[in-house]
């Protein structure tokens, strides 16, 4: 299908972006050099031994102790820690991700309830897929090729726009769409069509709905919902988590039901609710692999 929507930077470039994308893909040269485990090590050491002095996770203490009001300051800290490890394995491994496609590392990943992936696809209707920024979320849009089926992405450009391309360029088997207005359109086209999409689920939008995560209200999207009521989509959650030794499980769950009171925005409500409780769920068992460092709930 052509009209594909074209990537697109928020702004201009400048003197600072050519310097940090010159610093970028020299990284990127010299991770390409190493083992896919020396990299990600190398990130998560980094990541974890700066990150936490930085402003930033201040955010993530003010979320934790919010989220978990019983957790003492020192296990808080150590979640921090595991934050930032997460993240900078995430950015090391980015590169290099090819790499479990096939080879020696695709024995990294371990894959679950691909039953749950068949039947949503059988249906014959677009199937939305929806995950968060948990553990290796890059995975997930791989996903597609590492099991054979096509499904669309959502995507937020990068700060950087001389990084755009490096951002769009992922291993898919679908288009990668931008957030926003156009990207909107281009993927209603697509479900009309029959295709697939997926959507990270997880962070902030303050033209969403409030709906409840950690015991208070968050701001949430809900192209999820509305996708789904409208094509009676099957919505099939996807949980990424981090293993020991640079290692990864990616779980397909079975698909969430999809409510048709008649009443859409209460439909839309409990799709949403049901959603943020699933995510609460996988954060609570591996709080260190989700990114805290965003302000996801308001003052």
């Known amino acids: 299908m052509s009209n594909e929507v074209k990537p697109v930077s928020y702004r201009s470039v400048t003197l600072v972006d050519y310097i940090g994308a010159g610093c970028a893909f020299v990284a990127i040269c010299i991770l390409k050099l190493l083992p896919f485990s020396w990299a990600s090590n190398v990130g998560g050491f ?29 296990e808080i800290e150590a979640i921090v820690g595991e934050v930032w490890d997460t993240l900078g394995r995430a950015a090391f491994e980015f590169p290099i991700m090819d790499r479990l496609l096939e080879g020696k590392d695709r024995d990294r990943i371990d894959i679950e309830g691909v039953e749950h992936l068949h039947a949503a696809l059988a249906t014959g209707k677009p199937v939305l897929f929806f995950g968060a920024h948990l553990g290796s979320w890059e995975l997930i849009p791989m996903s597609t090729k590492l099991l054979n089926f096509k499904s669309n992405l959502f995507y937020r450009a990068p700060n950087n726009p001389l990084l755009l391309n ?47 995560m950690f015991g208070r209200d968050a701001m949430t999207g809900t192209a999820l919902a509305e996708f789904a009521l409208r094509f009676e989509a099957p919505m099939v959650p996807i949980h990424c988590v981090r293993l020991p030794g640079a290692r990864f499980r990616l779980s397909f769950l079975p698909p969430l039901e999809v409510p048709q009171t008649g009443t859409r925005k209460d439909d839309i409500k409990t799709i949403m609710t049901t959603v943020n409780a699933l995510l609460e769920s996988w954060i609570r068992e591996t709080p260190g692999q989700w990114l805290w460092l965003h302000k996801r709930w308001p003052d």
């Open 166 to 212: 490096l951002f769009t360029n992922r291993y898919i088997q679908g288009e990668v769409i931008p957030k926003g207005t156009p990207g909107a359109k281009r993927a209603m086209k697509l479900l009309k069509a029959g295709q697939n999409l997926g959507i990270l689920v997880d962070q902030k939008l303050n033209t969403g709905i409030p709906v409840p």
């Open 46 to 74: 980094l990541a974890s031994r700066l990150g936490p002095f930085l402003k930033k996770s201040n955010v993530a203490r003010k979320n934790l102790k919010a989220a978990f009001p019983e957790k003492s300051p020192a």
